[in-house]
């Protein structure tokens, strides 16, 4: 059976997908469902080629990587497929991890140009509607050093739990030592300054 | 371009849009207008689709400051620009628009901003661009 391949072209970044309709579903003839390989090519890097369960590990690694490069000072991701990080605010090193043993981990170092179509040729896979794929959330898959510096952003805690420390050791402290106005020594004490 | 992302309501002419611009609090002709959210989402309408139709520029001029060796025209000249013009319009007494006026300093902010509308190109660019922005810290 002829298989369908379906590809997205960004500038100097082109992924090609390719697998077969889901007849089950009803599916159309030139829909992809069922995915059997992709490919990512980036102009003068090598090529990056895969099965289905690489995929959307590949594409979340790509979209927590520049959502944290963007609003972070330090981004980084790490995974047991794939490392990313940068060199320095131009330059970003991504490191593809194989699953076989005796296979070194690719290297590859990309620009921010090469970042961004990459990540828009991502954008236009997921908006086809000729490539059914299940949409995998974002943030169920961070891993832990990211989840580590998306928590630390969290201000809200650093912002009011000080305070609210600080007033309650303050109340726990004060309380045995609170005065509590007593009429009937007051009167005695009058009584003793005029005696008459 | 207000005409074809349907905007006609919200930005019926160009003097709204220079009206609205006059909310950033950066500018010398900074006015307090208390900027709507549809006046807010139309104006992010309207940046991803200039650089949708600017990213081929956008993307060159990131390219020109990834390889040192290569002497970043495009870089220096974009840079030159942003800089006149914010010399031009911005009120550089503001401490943060002398930090995006410091030479050494202002890179960083420059890619992330070019790196930023890069992203959001796509037909869900509008959603990415008001998510970035109300996560800037």
């Not at chain 1, 599916?27 to 959307?56: M, R, V, Y």
């Not at chain 1, 009011?160 to 004060?174: D, E, R, Y």
């Not at chain 2, 005409?3 to 002419?13: A, I, K, S, T």
Request: proline residues 5%.
């Amino acid at each position: 059976m002829m298989q369908n391949r379906l590809s997205f072209h960004q500038s100097s970044v082109s992924l090609e997908i390719i697998g077969l309709p889901d007849y089950s579903n009803n599916e159309n003839n030139d829909q992809i469902s069922i995915i059997s390989q992709w490919k990512l090519t980036i102009a003068d890097k090598p090529l990056i080629e895969g099965k289905i369960e690489h995929l959307g590990p590949i594409i979340d690694a790509f979209y927590i990587y520049s959502n944290l490069l963007i609003n972070n000072e330090m981004p980084l991701y790490e995974s047991k497929l794939i490392d990313i990080k940068p060199e320095n605010l131009y330059i970003h090193n991504i490191v593809l991890k194989s699953s076989k043993r005796d296979v070194k981990p690719l290297t590859i170092k990309i620009g921010n140009s090469l970042l961004a179509d990459t990540i828009n040729c991502f954008d236009q896979l997921n908006e086809s509607s000729k490539i059914i794929m299940k949409k995998q959330v974002v943030f169920n898959n961070v891993p832990i050093k990211a989840k580590f510096k998306l928590i630390n952003k969290l201000k809200f805690y650093n912002l009011f739990l000080p305070p609210l420390i600080s007033i309650c050791s303050l109340v726990l402290f004060s309380t045995p030592f609170i005065y509590f106005y007593n009429p009937f020594v007051n009167e005695e004490k009058k009584e003793f300054i005029n005696p008459e | 371009m207000s005409n074809r992302l349907n905007l006609n309501d919200v930005l019926p002419n160009k003097v709204t849009i220079w009206k609205l611009r006059n909310n950033n609090p950066l500018r010398k002709s900074f006015i307090n207008n208390n900027i709507k959210p549809d006046e807010f989402d139309a104006l992010i309408k309207i940046a991803v689709e200039l650089s949708r139709y600017l990213y081929p520029y956008i993307r060159e001029i990131l390219r020109s400051k990834e390889d040192p060796k290569n002497n970043s025209v495009i870089w220096n000249d974009f840079k030159k620009r942003f800089i006149e013009l914010i010399n031009e319009r911005f009120n550089i007494n503001n401490i943060r628009v002398k930090k995006l006026l410091n030479q050494t300093r202002n890179d960083e902010i420059l890619i992330k901003s070019m790196l930023t509308l890069s992203l959001c190109i796509s037909n869900e660019g509008y959603q990415k661009l008001k998510n970035f922005l109300l996560n800037i810290k």
